[in-house]
């Protein structure tokens, strides 16, 4: 026989954490967002520094006197490649907002639209991956790719993980599924600047022929 008090109080153990897990989220996309804005190319309100590890295209500034060294954009790109990193870009936002409302349902533990939001979650993952064959037949955005994997894997396991823990009603599924996607959102933010770099370039590539 289950003693009503241990259930009671392991309830509210698993309360806890899962409250911690929708803590953890919350703080991973405020950070994820404090950058700059690769949809825009402008810095959001609260910038926070890119990751050392992170290198993109660098564009010489003004002052670089006569170094005589090329912009990366003076090369065309592939149009496959522009057409990704375009899209790449319009989905920066699409994410902010699908994970903000997993992170508020599942604060609130509301089951049903963290349901919805993680299915929302899942399917935009999958749908922005499919970008990825642009970023595979251009080499230098080879970085910039692998980066996206590592950040999408733990996004969309984690999120079908949350469906399927709902359905079975496993709250330690909950809380390992939601842990899962913040790490994959902690990546992802590792990314932006990166992102950003290239979308920065994407209006000189006007000047070239679709190739």
Not at 53 to 73: D, E, L, M, Q
Request: aromatic share 4%; glycine share 12%; hydrophobic share 45%.
């Amino acid at each position: 026989m289950t003693h009503p008090a241990r259930t009671a109080s392991g309830a509210r153990r698993v309360d806890t954490r899962i409250a911690a897990a929708a803590a953890s989220l919350g703080v991973a996309l405020a950070v994820a967002c404090s950058g700059t804005n690769p949809a825009s190319g402008a810095p959001a309100t609260s910038r926070s520094p890119a990751p050392s590890a992170v290198v993109g295209p660098v564009v010489p500034s003004s002052n670089a006197g006569g170094s005589g060294g090329p912009r990366p954009s003076a090369t065309p790109w592939p149009r496959d490649a522009m057409f990704a990193l375009t899209a790449l870009g319009a989905g920066d936002g699409e994410i902010a907002k699908a994970v903000a409302d997993l992170s508020e349902a599942v604060a609130n533990e509301d089951l049903v639209r963290m349901r919805a939001g993680a299915i929302g979650l899942e399917n935009l993952i999958d749908g922005l991956s499919k970008q990825f064959v642009g970023l595979q037949g251009y080499p230098p955005t080879g970085n910039l790719l692998a980066e996206y994997r590592a950040a999408f894997g733990p996004m969309h396991d984690g999120a079908a993980a949350l469906v399927t823990a709902l359905d079975a009603g496993d709250a330690n599924g909950i809380v390992a599924a939601t842990q899962q996607i913040t790490t994959g959102m902690t990546a992802y933010g590792a990314l932006r600047q990166e992102l950003s770099d290239w979308v920065n370039q994407l209006p000189d590539q006007q000047d070239f022929p679709l190739r």
